[in-house]
C-alpha cells in the first residue's frame, strides 16, 4: 500500500458526460500529480500541484481540469468525454519541493474509466 | 524536447541476469528513476539515479551516465514474479514531475 488513495476504482460513463476523480496524497506530502494510461502509450503526465498551486502542466487537454484542496486532496475533472479518453488514471504524491532535490512519487491504484 | 527511449520488451529465462536499457533527452535532469508496473496495477518505485555510477538494492541495480543520457536496469536471479513492465523515468527541471519512457514488457520464462 502506497498510501495514496483514489476513488472510484472504475468508472463507466457515457459519451459527452462528466466525471471527476479523486486522489488523497501520502500524509504530509504536499505535491501531487497526475498521469494518463491508455493502452497504446505509457504514462503521460497530466498536471501537478504543489500545496495548493498549480506548479506544472503537460498534455492536458482543455476539457480537463485538476484542483488541489487545503486538505491536500486532488480532484481531476474530465468533462465532454469521448472514446478515446478512455485510460488508467494515476495519482501520485511526493515530498518534492517547487525546484528541489526530486524524490521518488508513490502512486495511487489508479482509476479506470471506461468512456462508452 | 523530451525524448526516453526503451525497448519495447524483452524475454529472459528464470535465474538469469537481464539488463534494460533507456536513453534520454530531456531540457532538464534532476535524476533518473525506475518503476516497476504488474499490468493493471500502479507502479512501484525501484531505483533512483542523480549522480553517475552504480546503484545496488538487492537483486536490482541501476547505472547512471549523464554525459551520454544513459541508464540501465539491472536484475540479476530473475524471478517468475518479475514478469512485468519496467518504466523509465526522468525528472525534469520541474519540481518532481517525470517524464516516462514507454515502458519495457519483460516476460520471465521457466
Known amino acids: 500500500d502506497s498510501g495514496v488513495t483514489q476513488t472510484p476504482k472504475h468508472l463507466i460513463t457515457a459519451t459527452g458526460q462528466r466525471v471527476t476523480l479523486r486522489c488523497s496524497p501520502r500524509s504530509g506530502d504536499l505535491s501531487v500529480y497526475w498521469y494518463q494510461q491508455s493502452l497504446d502509450q505509457g504514462l503521460q503526465f497530466l498536471i501537478q500541484?504543489?500545496?495548493?498551486?498549480?506548479?506544472a502542466k503537460g498534455n492536458i487537454l482543455e476539457r480537463f481540469s485538476a484542483q488541489q484542496f487545503p486538505d491536500l486532496h486532488s480532484e481531476l475533472n474530465l468533462s465532454s468525454l469521448e472514446l478515446g479518453d478512455s485510460a488508467l488514471y494515476f495519482c501520485?504524491?511526493?515530498?518534492?519541493?517547487?525546484?528541489?532535490?526530486?524524490?521518488?512519487?508513490?502512486f495511487g491504484q489508479g482509476t479506470r474509466l471506461t468512456v462508452v | 524536447g523530451q525524448n526516453i527511449d526503451q525497448p519495447t520488451e524483452m524475454t529472459a529465462t528464470e535465474g538469469a541476469i537481464v539488463q534494460i536499457n533507456c536513453t534520454y533527452q530531456t531540457s532538464g535532469f534532476n535524476g533518473l528513476f525506475w518503476y516497476q508496473q504488474h499490468a493493471g496495477e500502479a507502479p512501484t518505485f525501484l531505483s533512483y539515479?542523480?549522480?553517475?555510477g552504480l546503484e545496488e538494492k538487492g537483486r536490482f541495480s541501476s547505472f547512471l551516465s549523464r554525459s551520454k543520457g544513459y541508464s540501465y536496469l539491472l536484475l540479476k536471479e530473475l524471478q517468475m514474479k518479475d514478469s512485468a513492465s519496467y518504466l523509465c523515468a526522468v525528472a525534469g527541471d520541474q519540481g518532481g514531475k517525470l517524464i516516462f519512457g514507454q515502458g519495457t514488457e519483460l516476460s520471465v520464462k521457466p
Open positions: 501520485a504524491s511526493s515530498h518534492a519541493r517547487e525546484r528541489a532535490v526530486n524524490t521518488e512519487a508513490f
Open positions: 539515479n542523480v549522480l553517475d
Open positions: 500541484y504543489y500545496n495548493g498551486e498549480e506548479r
